[in-house]
Nanobody, 115 residues
């Protein structure tokens, strides 16, 4: 299974971006889809996740600004990011877990927010 993330870039504070992560080669359905971000300290922090039942979770720092969604037909998860702040700058990585429990990481996409 390969995860391909895209949509990162450079944006001014207050701007918006939409990240996408598409899975290919998955032999089973995808239960859990999530976005993490990794800053200069290399710690990966959970930003948001969405389950197969469309239950969502958001980190406090992004509530009200970010929205996670999924397209099961395309095995794709999205992260709509609004009102971006410089502290949102990081490498954003997608993670998916199949119904079998097998986990996969995407390669990451850089988001840079200028002040």
């Amino acid at each position: 299974v390969q995860l391909q993330a895209s949509g990162g870039g450079l944006v001014q504070a207050g701007g918006s971006l939409r990240l996408s992560c598409a899975a290919s080669g998955a032999p089973f359905s995808i239960n859990y889809m999530a976005w993490f971000r990794q800053g200069p300290g290399n710690q990966r922090d959970l930003v948001a996740h969405i389950t197969a039942a469309d239950s969502t979770y958001y980190a406090d720092s992004v509530k009200g600004r970010f929205t996670i969604s999924r397209d099961n037909a395309k095995n794709t998860v999205y992260l709509h990011m609004n009102s971006l702040k410089p502290e949102d700058s990081a490498v954003y990585l997608c993670r998916m877990i199949l119904t079998t429990g097998s986990p996969y990481w995407g390669q990451g996409t850089q988001v840079t927010v200028s002040s």
